[in-house]
């Protein structure tokens, strides 16, 4: 798959502000500062499509942009730490669940993890709720830059162990890098596959 084009659509509090669901859409999710906004620039090539900034919980809406206008992408809350007030996590926890459980036309979630961390309480929380909730999803481990080859495969052996516990396979996992451009193939390759699926009913 290559992206041509890829704009800003709209940002939104509340499911009646969502862009109408006649398209297959893709929502980027993970814990705050992980690198969200960054992978969906790399991805589509548009080095400010979405804002990246250095303090966590920056992302306060869900963010639509509008993919050749095939395909949406939806830029959501960061879960996890962020120094916000209680309450305003709260809110949005409620929209983020109430987004990934009602959205019609949300074909698959990619669930961002730093590969340079333990295995995280919100992380494996999340991918609980997701599977129990029958949601497609995807675990894109960023930063792989930041490690060597073996580190990052020990990294994601700990979550591996940690899943199976649980799980009796493991999601889709893809590596990236939002400085190397790693993964980016297999990420779009995924989209592609999972749009065709879609778009015949699969």
Same mark, same amino acid.
């Given at each position: 798959?290559?992206? $041509? ?9 509340? =499911?009646?502000?969502? %862009?109408? =669901? ?24 548009? %080095? ?7 303090? %966590? ?19 959501? =809350? ?24 009602? $959205? ?16 995280? $309480? ?81």
């Amino acid at each position: 798959m290559i992206i $041509r084009s890829a704009t800003f659509i709209k940002s939104s509090l509340a =499911p009646g502000d969502y %862009p109408a =669901p006649f398209k297959p859409e893709f929502g980027f999710i993970g814990r705050s500062n992980v690198g969200k906004s960054s992978l969906i620039n790399m991805l589509t090539g548009v %080095p400010r499509l979405a804002k990246t900034s250095g303090q %966590p919980g920056k992302t306060k809406t869900i963010n639509h942009f509008s993919v050749d206008d095939i395909w949406y992408i939806a830029d959501l =809350p960061g879960y996890g730490y962020a120094k916000v007030p209680v309450k305003m996590r709260e809110e949005w926890t409620a929209l983020v669940r109430r987004y990934i459980l009602e $959205r019609k036309n949300l074909v698959s979630l990619f669930v961002l993890i730093d590969s340079r961390l333990k295995p995280q $309480r919100s992380d494996l929380e999340f991918m609980d709720f997701l599977g129990m909730s029958q949601v497609s999803f995807a675990r894109i481990f960023t930063k792989s830059d930041k490690l060597s080859e073996t580190v990052l495969k020990k990294s994601i052996l700990l979550y591996d162990n940690e899943m199976l516990e649980r799980w009796e396979t493991l999601p889709v996992t893809i590596i990236t890098s939002a400085v190397t451009r790693r993964g980016k193939t297999e990420i779009l390759d995924y989209i592609k596959e999972s749009i065709n699926k879609f778009s015949s009913g699969g």
